[in-house]
């Protein structure tokens, strides 16, 4: 871990195994020879953590995940080996900037957003905590598309993040599992008898696994993430070769490989295509065939404890296929009966819910099912004839009841519901903030919470304070380590030893310091892709998210209308500067989040470029948002926007990040929201908008036109937005944005909230201006120890 092992290390590599010398003037060669030393201290505690885990036979649990958004990880690691220092200087010696090489290393973007993170951030605490947690995913060829914007319009890039290879995978083709599509089923039955299934005529792929350590906080271990690519299996090259068809062969390999190509960028959006349902299967399949082989390699065929032992997570429906795939290994292909199959897969699985929108609560069409995964098919109708028949022992009669609560929802196409699925085949339903759980009892899961109320509970989310302030923040990270010892690092509730100096002067100066500098990092970080002046002396206001319009950017966005408008009209006594920073993706095939993007680069271009604007407002787009972006972004921020409609964001997790790092927020009572209100002291947010109840009240009569006649401001907004005003040479590219706030049936009633939106901002810039004032809060703010799972 010295300095001199480090160097001696690192030149190993850099010549020996990569090839290079001084004349390589590439910081990625130099980037991957540091990894590999990094990585190399990691592989002897990966060991002994298995060999532990092993020896103490205690239950375990498998996060199984279609995303895992992990960012970068050289950073991460060096922080959790406690080795900063040490390469710093060792990098010092070799003439190496550290941070260079750092930003050398791609994005694993192997996500959409918070879901995705928060499987990454999940698996990091787990090793803090020295929890026996296992992440199965899927390694992506392709991760999240890179985001490029040309004439204000977001254009997608592949990126494919593999393309140098990746120092912290290990391949390990010895655990390769056969996953099975298409073909059909035979039923035998034997002379006693016995019913026996079988899954003929597959065309079957191979699923092999990548492991990537996930070290712990300076603590030894380190746990692991299996992530699994398809590939051929080789029997199929083989008949192809020997019926002379190489190039069919050839062919028949990618279409295999295919499955695991590129991940879905739909986050909480319409997603309905085949390859997903492949890419889902294959994810759980590979996962639970591999556990289970583990557990048979030990207890042979006895699964009598393995409930017991094993535990399955499941983020979101996405891989609740699972479900019906453990009784199918148990019962085909272990021999267990029913009921002994189904009573280890109600004790094993656990289902956390996402999202309330409906357009992301996955249906699959049952031809599909039947098509792609025949024997998986039959299973999910046998255990919905069993559902059904306990729901009508508890409800005699209650035809309606069945209906609703069916797996399979009738229609001119039938399809299987995921969610009732998961629900039906799990122990434990959580939803991730309080009010989202209280939403899925009483709402969308109301007819499941009736049946088993017992399995429902909450578990709001949360962050690591590893990367989301040592690792990102470290100036910041220092001081409060200086002020009250390192013990936050591993137990967030000690933050609120901080909160005696929010009364010490000296120490508001320092925290105040410390943040400038981070405004100014920030600064300069975006000076690299603008060429924009920014002021570290505004307030930084800043939104970063996917782009959706439950999220509603577009609030964000007349608001800044607004303040331009004041300025124009010289309505600017005790002004505050200020920059809004937006940033995020579209899916790409969601057209009114694309127009948003359009919309906010199109007010940008106005407001910047117009001299009687100045320093007073700028508005920036900051393109492709990622893990690492966020990274720079949040300690640079004032304020943190989380201004989704009520009752519409389950929890968001920017929200924590930016807390953190000591921004105040503006937010609706939504999500997590509401938690960390409490946590902070309602003094120390900045609360504005209509509850849950009132929106679900008020969109029986929204009426967003009266609302907008009877407020002049909101007015002066709608006519700069109506008469073109940011669209000058492109005549109406707006007027489906227009429509649709204006729609009564606008189901994120962004104009109810126009006002009270304008008047938190309002006090926003009060407290702004006054410093001393603004300081302290932020440090309460940071420090009252909101704490989620993290
Ligand atoms: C993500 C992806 C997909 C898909 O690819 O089909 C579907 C749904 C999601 C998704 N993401 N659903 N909810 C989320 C976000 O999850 C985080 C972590 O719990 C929450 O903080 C967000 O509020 C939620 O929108």
């Given at each position: 871990m010295d300095e001199e092992h480090l160097v001696a290390g690192f030149k190993h590599y850099y010549g020996h195994r990569l090839g290079r010398d001084e004349h390589c003037k590439s910081p990625h060669y130099a980037y991957e020879a540091l990894a590999m030393v990094v990585s190399d201290r990691l592989i002897e505690r990966w060991k002994e953590t298995y060999n532990a885990y092993r020896e103490a036979d205690c239950r375990r649990a498998f996060y199984l995940s279609m995303e895992f958004l992990m960012g970068r990880t050289l950073s991460n690691a060096m922080l959790n080996l406690d080795i900063n220092d040490a390469v710093d200087n060792a990098m010092y010696k070799l003439g190496l900037e550290l941070e260079e090489l750092i930003d050398s290393e791609p994005d694993a973007g192997l996500g959409n957003g918070g879901l995705g993170r928060l499987a990454a951030c999940f698996i990091d605490s787990c090793a803090t905590l020295q929890l026996p947690v296992t992440g199965y995913g899927l390694r992506y060829e392709y991760g999240m598309f890179s985001q490029d914007i040309v004439n204000g319009e977001q254009v997608e890039k592949p990126d494919h993040w593999l393309r140098n290879g990746n120092v912290w995978e290990i391949e390990r083709p010895e655990y390769t599992h056969r996953i099975k599509f298409g073909g059909r089923t035979e039923t035998h039955v034997d002379d006693f008898g016995n019913k026996k299934v079988y899954w003929v005529d597959t065309h079957d792929i191979l699923a092999v696994p990548f492991d990537t350590p996930i070290p712990g906080y300076r603590n030894g271990t380190v746990n692991t993430l299996r992530l699994w690519k398809a590939t051929a299996t080789e029997e199929f090259d083989l008949q192809e070769f020997n019926a002379g068809d190489y190039a069919e062969s050839v062919a028949a390999k990618n279409t295999a490989e295919n499955i695991t190509m590129v991940l879905y960028p739909n986050d909480a959006n319409e997603n309905g295509k085949a390859l997903r349902l492949r890419q889902q299967y294959l994810l759980a399949s590979a996962s639970l065939q591999d556990v289970i082989a583990n557990w048979v390699g030990r207890h042979?065929?006895?699964?009598?404890e393995f409930a017991a032992k094993n535990c399955f997570q499941l983020n979101?429906?996405?891989?609740?296929v699972s479900v019906a795939e453990l009784m199918r290994l148990l019962i085909d292909m272990y021999g267990l009966d029913w009921d002994e199959a189904w009573h280890i897969t109600r004790n094993t699985m656990a289902y956390t819910n996402h999202t309330l929108l409906p357009e992301a609560l996955e249906r699959w069409p049952v031809d599909l099912f039947k098509q792609l995964l025949p024997r998986l098919m039959e299973i999910i109708f046998d255990i919905n004839a069993h559902f059904l028949a306990e729901v009508s022992a508890h409800w005699p009669g209650d035809i309606d009841r069945l209906t609703r609560m069916s797996l399979i929802e009738e229609g001119p196409q039938q399809q299987v519901r995921m969610a009732y699925l998961a629900i039906v085949g799990s122990y434990s339903v959580n939803g991730v903030a309080e009010l989202h759980s209280k939403l899925l009892q009483q709402g969308l899961f109301r007819d499941f919470y009736e049946l088993w109320p017992e399995k429902f509970n909450n578990k709001t989310n949360g962050v690591t304070p590893?990367?989301?302030?040592?690792?990102?923040n470290p100036e910041l990270a220092q001081l409060i380590t200086e002020t009250i010892g390192d013990g936050w690092l591993t137990d967030l509730s000690q933050l609120k030893n901080l909160k005696p100096f929010a009364d010490d002067k000296a120490f508001r100066k320092r925290w105040y310091q410390v943040r400038q500098n981070a405004k100014e990092r920030l600064i300069n970080y975006k000076k690299q892709e603008h060429d924009i002046e920014l002021d570290a002396d505004a307030l930084f206001d800043v939104q970063v998210k996917r782009i959706h319009e439950y999220k509603r950017q577009l609030l964000n966005v007349l608001h800044v209308i607004y303040l331009y408008d004041r300025i124009k009209r010289g309505d600017t006594v005790d002004w505050t500067n200020r920059c809004v920073l937006i940033g995020g993706k579209a899916a790409p095939g969601y057209y009114m989040a694309k127009k948003i993007i359009k919309l906010i680069n199109n007010v940008a271009h106005v407001i910047n470029s117009d001299p009687d604007i100045g320093n007073k407002l700028k508005l920036v787009f900051m393109p492709n948002y990622r893990v690492s972006a966020m990274e720079k972004i949040c300690p640079g921020a004032d304020l943190s926007e989380q201004i989704s409609t009520a009752g519409k964001e389950a929890s968001g997790t920017g929200n924590m990040k930016f807390m953190m790092n000591g921004a105040l927020t503006i937010g609706t009572l939504d999500g997590a929201n509401i938690e960390i209100r409490e946590e902070v002291g309602h003094e120390n947010f900045f609360l504005f908008g209509l509850t849950e109840e009132q929106v679900e009240e008020l969109s029986h009569h929204y009426d967003p036109v009266s609302i907008i006649n009877q407020d002049e401001d909101l007015q002066r907004v709608m006519n700069l937005l109506e008469c073109g005003h940011f669209n000058q040479f492109e005549p109406n590219i707006f007027d489906d944005i227009i429509a649709s706030v204006k729609s009564p049936h606008d189901p994120w009633m962004t104009i109810a909230d126009f006002r009270s939106y304008v008047n938190a901002q309002n006090h926003v810039e009060e407290a702004y201006r006054d410093k001393e004032h603004w300081i302290r809060m932020s440090i309460l703010k940071a420090h009252n120890g909101f704490q989620g799972v993290s």
């Open positions: 042979g065929n006895d699964f009598s979101d429906t996405h891989p609740s590893r990367r989301w302030l040592a690792a990102c």
